[in-house]
């Protein structure tokens, strides 16, 4: 198994080295010089060749390309242009902060996911089945962004019992675990949490489905086992596929957080990334997308490799 | 934003040669069972009837969409001559949404009909002929892979721009790697099957193969995963209108009029909520659309 | 174009209707760091056959012994990794010989009844006129090939032909797929356990039916199977595999009547008997198959074989005449150092 991981982790290489490649060229498929996004336009043309030649624009793109992979392997992801601090530090504060929302919603949405699921799948009634389809489909179909949108208008607008905006009060520097900042913590995460639902519990339900509808169960029945026993073995075995789409989820939430960060002004990446684009802020923008790529890559690696644990049916090595 | 869903599994389960009991001809038969789902009949109504709206509005006498007016702005739903109120700089909300619907369907549909034609013949071609073309095509398809598809599409819009054109090329290039990799994942297993073997066996070339043996059996899942995604592109390109990436003012679109409307919130939030709601119901009934075709296509003899 | 006509005979009839040498099919197992764990299934090594015309060879041995993958071979569905083949006198895939594609003209193969062994979107029509179509033959001549075919394989053609793969039964199915061999009128038709899936009664008729069709169509017949009793009834001679070699080759009469190779005795002695008077005296086969990927030295059949001697794992017995059949033991080989091979 080791050797799968180490397999796997090799493969990565090349796809790593694909990314960056596309990371690099995003800035160039931006219309117009660079430059112009650094410089107002009426800027003396020694200064543009100056400072084109302090960020190397001046050089072929191979050139460019393997200066700026250089630059990025030992950690330096560059200078904002807005805000003239590290690139690193200011994603790494923001990743912080995305982090904290995608566990809440991942840990209340994967929870109830797999709750109503399980209870589809086992329910006798129809109706229950029904109830349940009908939730994740609600759960994929509605843009979480104006469900964002919604519960504002409810819980802070007409109610007034939920902040609208903001990662906490308004004096706060960051995100603590008390009171006030979970408030704020509530609404971003129900919106967060819909498609994830939604998408877990439709797996859940039919994994379940389906291993309910095999053999072996019904041998353990035969063989006199309780229901609750039972419900282990299936859990068990409906477990990887689960655990295959619920990392997938995980990693689209950290990844794609960034219209519910908007709608929340929650400081994470997606909003970092956000103003990045009106800004023009290339290497924050830059910098966030590899970062939150090489994150994705790496959960979807371990995802796969904890399937290879947990599946015995999958070959390993 | 799930578009790396199961979805390989699922496609994989109806490449299986299943029967269409007691009919004749299998796309018949899918035909004759969509016939009789009621829920996916009353999707495709409801569809027609946005359609057929958004297309035919110029003709519907509707008022003026870009017509603004600074006196009668965020006017509630039922006022006079404004049935559902208007928006911020005193559109008709009611025409607004109308017109909308051209084009938010417009980006949601053309991203997934581009990619399927680019994604669909790059995953077959990679299915069938194997080998290093196949590790070359997917290897390519990995790298975008290793984003999540909001992040892609953000990223590449917010590199290239805003504008409907930059947003539909956006679109495309996100949803080809999955509808390559699910195209793929079913030409292989067909490509695995005896008749195909029979089929090499009797010297017919390779294009003549996929044609007659390959394509009708490989379209059906193809399809069937395709338009799922078309629920997911439409939230995909209203959210980056909504991001300002997308569609470029005074041009109506469900997205960014739920942008624009933001600020009307305290005022008038059943009005700043409306245009999410069209695009709930068009992608429920995509879904369920979606739903309808597959439990169509997966028969048991 | 020609216009589909059966080809014609070259060489006469002694000359043999294919010939394949030292045909080597080595599979990469994958695994390890890199995806390639570096070693190999040897399903098919240097494995050697000729067939006469109008003979029917019948290839016996277990499942995962490289009968399939000779048969992909020999039709060329898998390229081999080395080796020759001639058919009637030419190299197949060399400069001076035919394609590939010629030698699919001659040579057609028959699938085992699977599901998927017919297009279930195609009617049977359709399917039996593609590899016709296909090489340029018109629409309004390939029906009537169509009904030609389904005539002489016994199914109605007005019935039939309009009818989808899973409104037939198995039998009828395999009927449709002999059918489908048969339609670029070969010379040689392999069959890859045709009738393995049928059930025994539908298994009989299916098997007078292919015996009749030779006779009537001037065919040549590989047939290969695990089941030793219809090979023994169809065949005229009889090529026993093991591991991806050849362990004995003979007429049917002198395989079935003095088996040599010890592995054959043992398949031949493990056919349970109606007569209550045959009783086993061979030794049974002893031990599960090896595996194809790390074959034993020497003798690949020496774990297995009651006989086995210190000479079986260090030589590989060549396959030697022995008068009637050929037999690849070494105590067969007079002078081999087998304990029980003549001295010479």
Redesign the interface.
């Given at each position: 198994m080791l050797l799968y991981a180490l397999r796997r982790l090799l493969y990565l290489v090349p796809v790593a080295f694909g990314v960056s490649l596309l990371v690099f060229a995003l800035v160039h498929l931006a219309p117009g010089d660079p430059i112009s996004a650094i410089v107002p336009p009426d800027a003396p043309q020694e200064v543009v060749d100056k400072l084109k030649e302090y960020y190397g624009f001046d050089k072929p793109l191979p050139v460019q390309y393997f200066r700026w992979l250089a630059v990025t392997l030992t950690g330096d992801l560059g200078t904002s242009i807005g805000t003239g601090r590290p690139v690193a530090a200011e994603v790494a504060s923001a990743f912080g902060n995305t982090i904290i929302l995608a566990i809440a919603a991942t840990l209340f949405a994967f929870s109830l996911a797999v709750v109503l699921g399980t209870s589809a799948a086992y329910a006798k009634s129809r109706i229950v089945d029904r109830l349940v389809t009908m939730i994740s489909l609600m759960g994929v179909s509605v843009p979480h962004f104006w469900l964002a949108i919604v519960l504002v208008i409810v819980f802070s607008v007409e109610m007034g019992v939920l902040p609208p905006m903001g990662i906490g009060p308004e004096n706060s520097t960051g995100w603590r675990f008390d009171w006030p900042h979970l408030k704020h913590m509530i609404l971003p995460t129900i919106a967060l949490s819909v498609i994830p639902l939604g998408v877990v519990t439709r797996t859940v339900r039919s994994t379940v489905k389906e291993t309910l509808n095999m053999e072996f169960v019904t041998a353990l029945h035969a063989k006199g086992m309780r229901d609750d026993q039972i419900l282990r073995h299936v859990l068990k075995n409906a477990a990887p596929t689960c655990l295959a789409v619920m990392g997938l989820q995980a990693g689209n939430l950290i990844g794609g957080s960034i219209l519910i960060e908007t709608v929340f002004a929650w400081p994470g990446t997606g909003f970092l990334l956000n103003s990045a684009i009106f800004r023009r802020d290339l290497p924050i923008l830059q910098g966030t997308t590899l970062v939150l790529a090489g994150f994705f890559m790496l959960l979807n690696l371990t995802v796969d490799v904890i399937q290879t644990m947990v599946d015995p049916r999958i070959k390993r090595g | 934003m799930a578009v790396q869903s199961p979805a390989v599994d699922i496609a994989a389960a109806l490449v299986r040669p299943t029967a269409a009991s007691a009919s004749r001809g299998y796309w018949p038969s899918v035909g004759r069972r969509l016939r009789r789902d009621p829920v996916t009949l009353l999707c495709v109504g409801v569809l027609l009837l946005v359609v057929l709206a958004s297309v035919a509005a110029p003709l519907l006498g509707l008022a003026d969409p870009y017509k603004t007016s600074m006196l009668r702005r965020l006017y509630p739903l039922g006022s006079p001559n404004h049935l559902l109120g208007t928006d911020e700089l005193g559109r008709d909300m009611f025409a607004r949404l109308i017109y909308g619907g051209r084009l938010s369907l417009f980006m949601g549909v053309t991203p997934v009909v581009c990619a399927l034609l680019v994604g669909g013949m790059l995953g077959i071609t990679a299915g069938f002929v194997g080998g290093k073309v196949n590790m070359a095509i997917m290897r390519v398809m990995d790298v975008f892979y290793a984003f999540p598809s909001v992040l892609l599409a953000i990223s590449l819009s917010g590199a290239m721009g805003a504008g409907t054109e930059n947003t539909l090329l956006s679109l495309t290039l996100v949803f080809i790697p999955p509808i390559c990799r699910v195209s793929e994942s079913v030409t292989t297993q067909v490509r695995g099957f005896d008749f195909v073997d029979a089929a090499r066996a009797s010297g017919a070339s390779a294009l003549t193969i996929v044609r007659v043996h390959v394509l009708g059996n490989v379209l059906g899942p193809i399809l069937v995963y395709a338009t799922s995604l078309i629920s997911v592109a439409i939230i995909l390109a209203a959210g980056l209108s909504f991001l300002g990436l997308g569609v470029k003012p005074p041009e109506p679109e469900w997205g960014l009029m739920l942008n624009t409307l933001r600020q009307a919130i305290y005022v008038n939030p059943v009005l700043a909520a409306l245009p999410g709601v069209m695009i709930f119901i068009t992608s429920i009934c995509f879904n369920l659309m979606s739903d309808g075709l597959r439990a169509a296509m997966d028969v048991k003899a | 174009m020609d216009s589909l006509l059966p080809l014609e005979d070259r060489g006469g009839p002694a000359q043999p209707l294919l010939l394949a040498s030292g045909l080597r099919k080595h599979f990469p197992v994958p695994?390890?760091?890199?995806?390639r764990s570096g070693k190999v299934v040897r399903a098919v090594d240097d494995l050697s056959l000729s067939v006469a015309k109008g003979e029917t060879l019948g290839v016996v041995g277990e499942s995962g012994c490289g009968k399939s993958t000779v048969a992909?071979l020999l039709?060329r569905?898998i390229k081999p990794d080395r080796g020759t083949m001639v058919l009637d006198g030419d190299p197949v895939d060399e400069p001076h010989g035919i394609t590939v594609?010629e030698l699919?003209?001659q040579v057609?193969?028959v699938?085992?009844d699977?599901?998927?062994?017919?297009?279930?979107?195609?009617?049977i029509g359709e399917?039996l006129a593609?590899?016709p179509k296909?090489?340029g033959l018109p629409a309004a001549e390939a029906r009537a090939r169509v009904r030609d075919l389904l005539d002489k394989v016994g199914l109605d053609p007005i019935n039939y032909a309009e009818r989808?793969?899973?409104e037939l039964s198995g039998g009828q199915r395999q009927r449709v797929?002999i059918a489908?061999a048969l339609?670029?009128r070969p010379r040689l038709v392999i069959l890859d356990e045709a009738v393995s899936a049928l059930d025994k009664s539908v298994e009989a008729q299916v098997l007078n039916m292919l015996v009749d069709l030779k006779t009537e169509l001037g065919l040549t017949y590989i047939f290969i199977s695990h089941d030793l009793n219809v090979v023994q009834y169809l065949s005229d001679r009889v090529l026993v595999m093991y591991l991806g070699k050849i362990v004995e080759l003979g007429s049917v009469e002198a395989i079935y009547g003095n088996p040599q190779h010890p592995y054959t005795r043992a398949l031949l002695s493990a056919r349970p008997s109606m007569d209550p008077r045959r009783r086993t005296k061979e030794a049974p086969i002893q031990g599960d198959p090896p595996n194809p990927i790390d074959p034993p030295s020497g003798c690949r059949f020496r774990t297995r074989c009651p006989f086995a001697e210190d000479v079986c794992a260090r030589f590989e017995p060549p396959l030697a005449d022995t008068g009637a059949q050929a037999v690849a033991c070494h105590m067969r080989v007079a002078g081999s150092g087998h304990s029980k091979a003549a001295t010479s």
């Open positions: - | - | 695994g390890g760091l890199l995806g992909r039709i569905l594609n699919r003209r057609q193969m699938f085992q699977s599901y998927a062994s017919l297009n279930p979107r195609l009617t399917t593609f590899a296909a090489h989808y793969p899973h797929n489908r339609a670029l």
